[in-house]
């Protein structure tokens, strides 16, 4: 059992596990650099944010001000962001996260905690194992949740990295709108990755604020320490992103030689699995025809896989858009309640 350590919410030294599409090489840890000079653009920019935060959302605006004086600039969180990503086919992508280390430790996890596990999962439909695996990928069950100042990564990426300023202007907004009895820490004490997410679950601030729950009912959102806090704010963002009780994610495809060629624009599931069917795409399982579905592509250790993805599918790509990461969670997920289930 890994234990609950009742401390403050400060990263584990390791790096967070992060699973992207575009894998991003990024290298925690970096000590602080004193800010650069702050610049009049750069200082009107706080200005305004902080205006706004007053104007829009009750705030003091010379409060804000003070606790981005705070903030210290870090380079290490530009170059983490700006470093070109490298794509990984799923031949190599896959055994990063389905693998027997993983299996292993998600089954042990699954067992010493079953019965919180399983009370969220009859509570709201998502399976145990789907918890399970999401926190062993992000954060190895709490032991990489990130070393940076989460203060520190969104100032510096919301006055110092125009390519996606207003997103993470946003989330410093959020992170400011999070202070209060159910989330009470000083911000400048957060940590977290170099994007600024948090906790076991990697939560952005907007995600805390929308998703988290109290799960132990102590009327605070911890998701650093309190496992059902952890496992109740996974299971919710799920639901809240049309999470399926039941439903399957994801089925291996038998192709017709004369399938129609298709070429989905997203992850959607837009087509009736009849309509699948009838262009030569088929699976062993007895569906609903009408069930919404697409069909995924991808190079495999064998060569070419095709799989029929549904909604459920699309529930897990929106914790991580790559359709990469959501099919190896579904994978590790089914090996990791096999091995829970066969292990006495």
Not at 161 to 186: D, K, M, S, T, W
Request: aromatic letters at 10%; one cysteine or more.
């Amino acid at each position: 059992m890994l234990p609950l350590a009742r401390t403050a919410p400060r990263g584990d030294s390791g790096h967070p596990m992060r699973a992207f599409w575009l894998l991003y090489i990024c290298i925690l840890g970096v000590p602080a650099l004193a800010s650069p000079p702050a610049d009049d653009a750069v200082a009107a920019a706080e200005r305004q944010f902080a205006e706004a935060l007053a104007r829009d959302d009750g705030l003091d605006a010379a409060e804000v001000l003070a606790v981005l004086a705070k903030a210290r600039y870090q380079q290490g969180v530009i170059d983490a962001i700006s470093r070109p990503a490298e794509a990984k086919p799923w031949k190599d992508y896959r055994p990063l996260f389905v693998n027997e280390r993983r299996i292993a430790d998600g089954a042990a996890f699954h067992r010493e905690h079953a019965a919180l596990l399983e009370r969220v999962a009859a509570e709201t439909g998502v399976p145990a194992e789907l918890i399970v695996t999401i926190l062993g990928i992000e954060t190895n069950y709490g032991r990489n949740t990130g070393r940076y100042r989460v203060l520190d990564a969104l100032t510096t990426l919301a006055f110092h990295y125009p390519p996606r300023a207003e997103f993470f202007r946003n989330e410093l907004r959020e992170l400011f709108l999070l202070r209060g009895p159910r989330f009470p820490y000083a911000l400048e004490e957060l940590t977290g990755s170099y994007a600024g997410a948090m906790g076991w679950t990697q939560f952005m601030p907007s995600s805390i604020r929308k998703f988290a729950r109290d799960g132990d009912g102590d009327g605070r959102i911890d998701l650093w320490n309190s496992l059902p806090d952890i496992a109740y704010s996974v299971a919710n963002y799920f639901v809240a992103h049309g999470w399926e009780k039941g439903g399957p994610i994801a089925l291996p495809a038998s192709v017709a030689a004369n399938a129609r060629r298709i070429d989905p624009a997203g992850l959607t599931p837009v087509y009736p699995l009849q309509q699948l069917n009838e262009w030569g795409y088929t699976t062993r399982e007895h569906l609903d025809p009408m069930t919404p579905a697409t069909l995924l592509e991808l190079d495999g250790s064998d060569g070419r896989e095709v799989w029929i993805t549904f909604e459920n599918f699309y529930a897990i790509s929106r914790y991580n858009r790559s359709p990469l990461y959501s099919l190896a969670v579904c994978q590790l997920s089914q090996a990791i309640a096999a091995a829970a289930a066969a292990t006495p």
